[in-house]
């Protein structure tokens, strides 16, 4: 009997040990990817993808796997309420060469709020996120919903970022196949489409966009560098 207990014991032992390697070596292969470090040409067509609402524990390092895969830089609108217990997959984002936006605390209408309110789901966002990455200066703010008022505009430090095309991810309930209509439809250069990086739907979208955007001529670029080329163009 205590021979048996004494197998059993070693053999939960050794799966336990096995299972922990796995998971070491998961995250640590993660981790060691270089940047996506993508050369853009101004004189080419190019189209920022961004994903908002994240970070997801489940689909954000979905989606990262494929931009990955397909060497594709992007920009996320975190909200800074999501960010905590996900440390690590925030510092892949920013690792991997993609671009962090704020998407605010806790993702309120802010044409709702006061002054002093809007500032502080701004700031409370930046501080969240300095935390995880200190040296990370945000640069854009995309405002929940798309709503905002001249008062958000004045009190917000950073520049406003819409989008030009709504992929409609987050009305799908079920079928890629609308999303990669709308956007394979309505890009054009120089625009800004619209993901969430929270449904099953969005993630199998991408694997169809992306690369027939690229056998389009088209090519990926953040928000920072989207911005760039035109102020240069
Ligand atoms: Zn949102």
Redesign the pocket.
């Given at each position: 009997m205590r021979r048996k207990n004494l197998l059993f014991g070693t053999t939960v032992c050794l799966v336990i040990f096995a299972v922990v390697v796995w998971l070491f070596s998961q995250i640590n292969a993660r981790i060691r990817r270089d940047a996506i470090l993508e050369q853009v040409d101004p004189q080419q067509p190019m189209v920022a993808l961004t994903f908002?609402?994240g970070p997801n524990v489940r689909y954000t390092p979905q989606i990262l796997d494929i931009l990955y895969e397909t060497q594709t830089p992007a920009t996320f609108f975190l909200?800074g309420e999501k960010l905590a217990g996900q440390e690590l997959l925030v510092k892949e984002i920013a690792s991997s060469g993609h671009e962090i936006g704020n998407?605010t605390y806790s993702?309120q209408n802010l044409a709702k709020l006061d002054c002093l309110e809007i500032r502080q789901e701004i700031q409370k966002m930046q501080e969240t996120l300095r935390n995880i990455l200190p040296d990370y200066t945000i640069r854009y703010l995309r405002p929940?919903?798309g709503s905002y008022t001249q008062e958000v505009e004045q009190t917000a430090d950073i520049p406003l970022v819409l989008w030009t095309v709504d992929s409609g991810d987050w009305e799908e309930k079920g079928d890629a196949q609308p999303i990669i209509q709308t956007v394979l439809e309505q890009i054009q250069n120089g625009g800004i489409v619209v993901f969430?990086d929270d449904n099953p739907y969005t993630v199998e979208a991408l694997q169809v966009i992306i690369p027939a955007l690229k056998e389009k001529g088209f090519q990926f670029v953040t928000i920072s560098q989207l911005y760039a080329c035109q102020k240069k163009g």
């Open positions: 908002d609402d909200i998407h993702h929940p919903y969430h």
